[in-house]
């Protein structure tokens, strides 16, 4: 019998027949060796040098390896190594058109507990080569996104897992990654520069002071806009260190440099602060808006109060009322929660009970309020099963008695008005100035009603609450009405309807103050209009270019053909912009829909009203709020960390600022997701 010549690590080669590898076995039977393809044949091919003798030669390097010799072949194992160790010089200059490694070389040095496994690419993938630059770009907004520390680069873990992801890429340093981010941040600053150029209608900026370890201030300074397409905008413009955030002056000198930074002289509608405003600090702040923007309607746009962190205010007021109970069903939460027998015993006990509600337990953050309100309203509903626990459950003895739950009860009344406004802030994209002077007279009308109950702990907290609510209601109130007039839906009926609600008999005066007022800001869009903005400029441009060459009409419409016409237009310009105010107020109310973009009527309704929809589209951009969406619950003054507050101020501001910029794109930079391979 003939002996079978063994062959290990076969693999078909490209234009081989498979009857020249096929083997005899005594009976003379053709036996098909099983097909095998290898990404090794992209950097060999095989070449006969003698008879019964072929070699692999490397496309890169040209090196030639044994392959077979007669019947014995040796396989590709040595082949590979030549292109996973890094032995073919020309694979790692980068010559060729194919560069790219399917093997990651291997160097203990860099960490690891094994060498990595082979990686392959399939023929419909495109080969992208390694550059350094995009690696660097793409690391810097890693950081800027999920705000890494910018030391990331010089960890030891990082170095590890980059040099074995690409042994070619370059160390950064602190430094040089510092100077990424930076350029990140102009890139981006440059391209929203650009888009604001274009912004048709005034600016709203919002004013939130955050402190440090280092009792040092920063000013996040955020914009509000609507732009040509009558789309609401908000952007980070600036934060501004300032090293005495107490003085008066603080706050106008970080409003100064956003003014000038950002070219808003003559464009800023209304400010919103996230702290209270104090006289002095106002005083300072007057003179600064008068010399830099015309003040608009007196200053009576300013909103020295946010109303996040009034409602904040009011919501602590509560929580501190209701302190001891609010600990014992704390304590109640966590004994059920902390350990997995106790939440299973729970369970067991709502069921056997038939407990209808499907809220579950769970901690408060106490740093926001909201959380404390939803763990109070989830254990109320829950209360029949805290009671009966004991029965289970021996070691539980925390259960609070019937009156803690009516207490834990009045403290959720109080408590869901002021959650369920503020969740208005965390949700909707479209303004909310509208929506919260609806939400502020109802909690107003609300703790009207709860002072005059008899049980001297709801009249109290009612009377704290009111307190701070109407101090917010008497600072905004005018913005707020105004800004209802410019609903289609509501106009001043529910101005007139809301007032007689709250002020009674007196009603008609301040009524008449919000109609002087909204007529007095018209008179003054009639006679100070926003100068042509880039953008309508080029669209009147352009479509005057279209006319002029379709045909002449003569001098009748000339630059001087009627120029008589123009001194008469002049003249009765503002009885006739007067009348469009009338004549809107005056029309009958839409339907009141629940999803109606106010935005989107006065888009469609500016060729009718061309000077009152610039007025309701500088009115709807006042934000109510000055808190970033995170921070709506918060009961704490907003810190900078650590670690951000040892950078360099224009680092801070270049990190924060390109983050949110970041999050709404940019048309420099594509989002599309790259496929890298190495």
Known sequence: MTEMTEITDMETIPGESNNQLALTTPEAQPIKRRKKKSMVWEYFTIENVSAGCRRAYCKRCKQSFAYSTGSKVAGTSHLKRH?????????LRGQGQDNNQFITPYNPKMGGSEPPKRRYRSPSSPFIPFDQDRCRHEIARMIIMHEYPLHIVEHPGFIAFVQNLQP?????SFNTVQGDCVATYLREKQSLMNFIEGIPGRFCLTLDMWSSNQTLGYVFI?????????KLHRRVFNVVMEPYPDSHSALSHAIAACLSDWSLEGKLFSLTFNHPLSEAGLENLRPLLCVKNPLILNGQLLIRNCIARTMSSMAKDVLGAGQEIIKKIRDSVKYVKMSESHDDKFIQVKNQLQVPSEKSLFLDNQTQWNTTYQMLAAASELKEVFDCLDTYDPDYKLAPSMEDWKLAETLC?????????ASILTTTTLPTVITFFYEVWKIHVDLGRS???EDPFISNLAKSMQEK???????????LAMAVVMDPRFKMKLVEFSFTKIYGEDAPTYIKTVDDGIHELFLEYVALPLPLTPTYAEEVNG??????NE???????SDHGLADFDVYIMETNSQQMKSELDQYLEESLLPRVQEFDVLGWWKLNKMKYPTLSKMARDILSIPVSAAATESIFDITDKQLDEYRSSLRPETVEALICAKDWLHYGSSDVSNALVRMEF
């Open 83 to 91: 292109i996973a160790k890094g032995t073919c010089r020309a694979l």
């Open 168 to 172: 070619q890429f370059d160390k950064m």
């Open 222 to 230: 955020t914009g509000h806009f609507v732009d040509s397409d009558w």
């Open 413 to 421: 009344s109080f408590l869901k008005p002021l959650f369920d406004a």
């Open 451 to 453: 002072i005059t109950c």
């Open 469 to 479: 609510i109407d101090k917010y209601w008497k600072d905004c109130s005018l913005v």
């Open 543 to 548: 479509a005057n270019n279209g006319k002029t």
């Open 551 to 557: 045909s002449h009409q003569g001098n009748l419409l």
